[in-house]
C-alpha cells in the first residue's frame, strides 16, 4: 500500500507535464495530413473527368487541358507518409498541389467561354463535386494548421517542453503555407464580369 501511495504524486506529475498529450498531439497531426492527402487524391481522382468533358467542348484549348494533366501527373507523383513525413516532402507535395489549383482554375476561365458545356448535366455535377472538394481541401488544410500549432505550443512551451526534451525530442513541424506563385494568384482581386 505504501508503494502506491509513493508513485501516485509521481503519475499525477507526469501526466500534468505531456507525456500523453505529447504523442496524442503528434498523431493528431499525422492524422490531419493523412485527412488532407485524402481530399486531395479525391481532386485528383476527378481532374480526368473534368478534363474529359471540357476537351469534348474545347477542342482547340489544348494547352489549358495540357497544363491540368501535367499539373494532376506532378501531384500525382508525390506520395506522403503521414507518420513519416519530412517539412521537404510536405513543402514538395504542398507545392504540386499548388500547381493543380492553379491549373484548375485556369480550366474553368475556359469553360465561361462555353455556354453549352457551362449547361452539361455531367459537367454541372463534376465542377459541384470539384467545388464540394476544394471547401473540404480548405477546412483540412485549416485544422492541420490548427493541429500543427497546437502541437507546436505542446513541445515548445513550459512545462510540457521540458517533458518533450527529456523524453520525445521533437522539433517544432513548419506549418502548411503557400509557395510564391500561389500568394501571388491569392493577393490579386479576382475580375468579375458582367
Known amino acids: 500500500m505504501k508503494n502506491k501511495l509513493f508513485l501516485l504524486p509521481i503519475v499525477t506529475l507526469l501526466a500534468g507535464c505531456g507525456v500523453q498529450e505529447i504523442p496524442m498531439s503528434k498523431n493528431?497531426?499525422?492524422?490531419?495530413v493523412a485527412g488532407m492527402?485524402?481530399?486531395?487524391?479525391?481532386?485528383n481522382d476527378l481532374v480526368p473527368q473534368i478534363v474529359g468533358v471540357v476537351s469534348g467542348y474545347s477542342k482547340h484549348e489544348h494547352d489549358t487541358l495540357k497544363d491540368v494533366i501535367e499539373a494532376r501527373a506532378k501531384a500525382t507523383s508525390i506520395t506522403i507518409d503521414p507518420s513519416h513525413s519530412t517539412p521537404e516532402q510536405l513543402a514538395s507535395y504542398q507545392h504540386a498541389q499548388g500547381g493543380l489549383s492553379q491549373?484548375?482554375?485556369?480550366l474553368m476561365m475556359v469553360t465561361e467561354q462555353y455556354p453549352d458545356l457551362k449547361a452539361n448535366e455531367m459537367f454541372i455535377a463534376l465542377q459541384a463535386?470539384?467545388?464540394?472538394?476544394e471547401n473540404r481541401l480548405k477546412i483540412a488544410r485549416q485544422d492541420l494548421?490548427?493541429?500543427?500549432?497546437?502541437?507546436n505550443n505542446i513541445v515548445t512551451v513550459f512545462p510540457t517542453s521540458i517533458t518533450n526534451m527529456i523524453l520525445y525530442h521533437y522539433e517544432k513541424m513548419p506549418q502548411w503555407t503557400l509557395d510564391d506563385a500561389e500568394r501571388k494568384a491569392v493577393e490579386q482581386a479576382p475580375v468579375v464580369k458582367f
Open 145 to 151: 494548421i490548427g493541429s500543427i500549432q497546437g502541437f
Open 37 to 43: 492527402v485524402n481530399e486531395y487524391k479525391r481532386r
Open 129 to 133: 463535386q470539384l467545388e464540394g472538394t
Open 28 to 32: 493528431n497531426v499525422e492524422a490531419k
Open 103 to 106: 491549373a484548375l482554375g485556369r
